[in-house]
């Protein structure tokens, strides 16, 4: 490999191949905190050098991880001694905007927080938000189909993309980068790349869809006494607020609680009694208009029973701390260490059922075990942080096995937006059909026979 690294750094310069400290200093994730173990990260400033590299790399038949943000959960990113990382953190650049067409082209390597500030700074807005939106890049955002909480208004981060760049394993350069809203010629050859966690290629560049800008945001915190008026809030609000409904965040009393009262992190804005919790959230244009559809919504919903209390946030201040609550994952990974987290999707009325069966499981096996829950439910979509005193692999196999078999029964999936990388892989098989995954390896063979990106990770070995 030192001959192929010396070729890499005649394109890159060697500044921007690590090696050795540079290397294990670094870690591959956040939660989790292991050290990179590639044999060497490179960082290419260009599509045009990363299509070099990759050409390099595939005559050598070296294997390589992408790397963004590395804010994933599921070892997505995960290098071993012999494979290189290829780093985006240098394509950093906002290439255009266009406020005529609402689109924005930018690098793989733009944090999503640069994205959303860009559109923002023209008067537009870009959909996907999420928490981690300081840290985690476009590029990782589309290879992982993120979703976030904005997803019942605007949908995943596959609806925001409209055009993008990839380079394959043996460094073709696929360039469908499209601003057309409209693009029924031929096949959409983007969606190969969405999503498929940087196994078919590397994503380089991307053509974003932004919005109009929705300036007044309001925001509510209630309790719910049951699951059943939780989901008649949630039918409720949809209609009463029609298309401004962006987040209804909801949390388990066992999340609530532990970061309000149990840990004294938030001071909790509805006394942590009831069973659920939600954040409701609309965005609008019209701010008297909007103030007073959102309050009169929830004064319908109080008056219907489908609440029993409830707090509107009345400044950027109140609103942030609201949100805090929900988005405090430092404060889960404190109380709960060592933390196991999971992110599952499943249809709404089995959820309830779902985790009342679920945590007894968890107790049975490992007695003192917490479950604590919260998630997107607009669009189906539960975290669970799980503690049962060791996370190390065989207890975290176990432990899977609990959360994930279930889920076959009803429908459900073992990821609903982390995607798969090694920690769900072999969990797929819950949620695809045999002949899915046959047509997965059939197009994994087609565009990287030789197993080059992002080897071992969705896809086991192909048995055939």
């Known amino acids: 490999m030192d001959a192929l690294l010396t070729d890499i750094e005649a394109l890159v310069g060697s500044g921007n191949v690590l090696t050795g400290e540079d290397v294990s200093r ?79 082209t930018v690098q ?94 590397i994503v380089t560049r991307a053509v974003l869809r932004l919005h109009p800008a929705t300036p007044d945001v309001q925001t509510a915190l209630v309790a719910c006494d049951s699951f059943a008026a939780l989901t008649g809030l949630l039918a409720r609000m949809g209609n009463a607020l029609g298309g401004s409904l962006a987040a209804f965040e909801v949390m388990w009393q066992s999340h609530y609680r532990l970061l309000t009262t149990e840990s004294g992190r938030h001071t909790p804005p509805i006394a942590p009694e009831a069973p659920f919790f939600v954040i409701v959230e609309s ?59 999971f992110d599952v999707s499943l249809p709404i009325h089995a959820m309830a059922d779902y985790i009342d069966a679920l945590e007894p499981a968890l107790i049975h096996e490992w007695p003192g075990a917490r479950l604590v829950t919260f998630g997107h439910l607009g669009d189906g979509n539960l975290h669970l942080s799980i503690s049962v005193g060791s996370a190390d692999p065989q207890t975290r196999q176990a432990v899977a096995q609990c959360v994930y078999t279930p ?35 059939t197009l994994k063979h087609a565009l990287d026979p030789h197993h080059l990106l992002n080897r071992h990770k969705v896809l086991a070995a192909n048995p055939g």
Request: proline share 3%; charged share 20%; hydrophobic share 45%.
């Open 283 to 341: 965005l609008g244009h019209d701010p008297t208009h909007h103030a007073e559809l959102f309050s009169a919504s929830l004064e319908a919903a109080l008056e219907s029973e489908l609440i029993n209390d409830a707090v509107i946030a009345h400044s950027a201040a109140q609103r942030q701390g609201i949100w805090a609550i929900r988005e405090d994952i430092e404060g889960l990974i404190a109380a709960l260490s060592p933390l196991l987290a």
């Open 108 to 201: 793989a390597g733009v944090p999503l927080q640069a994205v959303q500030e860009a559109a923002e700074a023209v008067g537009l807005q870009f959909a996907l938000d999420l928490g981690a939106r300081g840290s985690c890049t476009i590029g990782g955002n589309i290879a992982t189909n993120a979703g976030g909480v904005r997803v019942i208004r605007y949908g995943m981060m596959r609806q925001q993309v409209l055009g993008l760049e990839a380079v394959l394993a043996d460094g073709t350069v696929v360039s469908s980068m499209s601003r057309m809203l409209k693009n029924n010629a031929g096949f959409d050859l983007k969606q190969l790349f969405i999503g498929s966690e940087g196994t078919l290629g």
């Open 26 to 104: 670094r870690s591959v994730d956040w939660l989790s905190g292991a050290p990179c173990r590639a044999r060497a990260i490179v960082r290419p400033a260009s599509p045009q050098e990363l299509a070099a590299v990759m050409r390099l790399c595939h005559s050598a038949r070296q294997p390589v991880v992408a790397h963004g943000g590395l804010t994933g959960l599921v070892q997505g990113a995960d290098v071993d001694p012999d494979e290189l990382a290829i780093s985006l953190e240098r394509l950093t650049t906002i290439e255009h905007v266009d406020t005529i067409g609402a689109t924005l």
């Open 407 to 441: 889920l076959a029964a009803l429908g459900g999936s073992v990821s609903a937006e982390h995607g798969i990388g090694l920690e769900k892989r072999d969990y797929l098989a819950l949620s695809r059909t045999p002949e899915e995954i046959a047509l997965m390896h």
